[in-house]
């Protein structure tokens, strides 16, 4: 679908745009490798839009008259699933190109560029400026969420209530945090690289857009890095609290082998039956052992309990 700026917004045919119309459009990959050539698009970007690759890839080629973007959407709504899209950045032309939509996430993006778009004061710029920003809309208020739930599990490992997936959920959102990481940095070089302009698209003065894109992405980036400090401190504290609580338990085997260590003794002691040993032939001797062992392991419990080691 393409829509050209006008006093109105107007949906054309994609062999009816003229170079003096300011146009949008949204395409997949299949419709791509059929009107490419109209554009005069390269087939090694065709190509590179039908590649598959990893989470964080991106790539960006520029032309004498046209900019192309390969770009891996993350967001950062933490677990949600990415999308991969392209761009097509001519004079007068932006052309988007869907190659994996995860829940409509590029369709959204359009939808909602289409209807930010003013007929009257449209240009090339804003709407390029606008789409980056629909990528990164709403993260500001996704990273706040993310850092309320790491003071959630900071207040578990306070509580002593960490439980087994404690560690399953701090490892998930310090990859995921990593990947957004990855993301904003890329954001960033692809901006950079727009405004230095050097098929000169764009027109200079317009370019600032870009310029403050790539600033409110650097500060998320920024706050992404102090949400990756905060999980490797809370990690750090995640693991004192595990060895305080095999500290404890090792003091309490401890105290326990203490305690009932003279008793071994006594046992040991009493069971080597030689003939003249003192009270083996007491008809109390028994009971004197059981009494002793008994006050030997209260008096020692007493003694631990006086010096708080219980």
Not at 147 to 153: S, Y
Not at 187 to 204: A, K, P, R, Y
Request: with cysteine.
């Amino acid at each position: 679908m393409f829509y050209c700026f006008d006093n109105e917004i107007v949906s054309v045919p994609y062999d009816n745009i003229s170079d003096n119309d300011l146009c949008i459009g949204y395409v997949n990959v299949s419709e791509l490798e059929e009107i490419y050539n109209l554009f005069s698009f390269s087939c090694r970007s065709v190509e590179k839009c039908k590649e598959k690759n990893g989470l964080l890839y991106s790539d960006m080629e520029v032309s004498d008259d046209y900019s192309f973007v390969r770009l891996n959407t993350v967001g950062a709504k933490i677990s949600s699933g990415g999308s991969s899209l392209a761009l097509y950045i001519k004079k007068n032309l932006l052309l988007i190109v869907s190659i994996a939509d995860n829940g409509n996430q590029n369709r959204d993006v359009f939808l909602n560029l289409l209807s930010r778009a003013s007929p009257e004061k449209a240009t090339l710029e804003k709407l390029v400026a606008s789409f980056f920003e629909l990528l990164i809309a709403g993260d500001n208020m996704a990273l706040e969420q993310a850092e309320q739930q790491i003071n959630t599990l900071e207040e578990m490992v306070i509580k002593n209530q960490a439980d087994k997936s404690f560690n399953m959920q701090l490892l998930n959102m310090k990859k995921e945090l990593l990947n957004l990481r990855g993301y904003y940095e890329q954001l960033i070089d692809v901006s950079q690289t727009l405004q230095e302009n050097e098929n000169e698209i764009f027109e200079g003065e317009l370019l600032k857009s870009f310029h403050i894109f790539t600033e409110k992405t650097i500060r998320l980036k920024d706050n992404v890095d102090l949400l990756r400090d905060s999980v490797v401190h809370l990690w750090d504290a995640y693991q004192a609290y595990l060895d305080m609580r095999l500290n404890q338990t090792m003091k309490i085997f401890t105290l326990v082998t203490t305690v009932f260590f003279p008793m071994t003794v006594i046992v040991g002691w009493y069971g080597m039956n030689f003939d003249y040993m003192p009270e083996l032939k007491w008809k109390y001797g028994y009971a004197y052992v059981i009494v002793l062992s008994i006050v030997v392991v209260v008096g020692l419990f007493l003694w631990f309990k006086k010096k708080k080691w219980f």
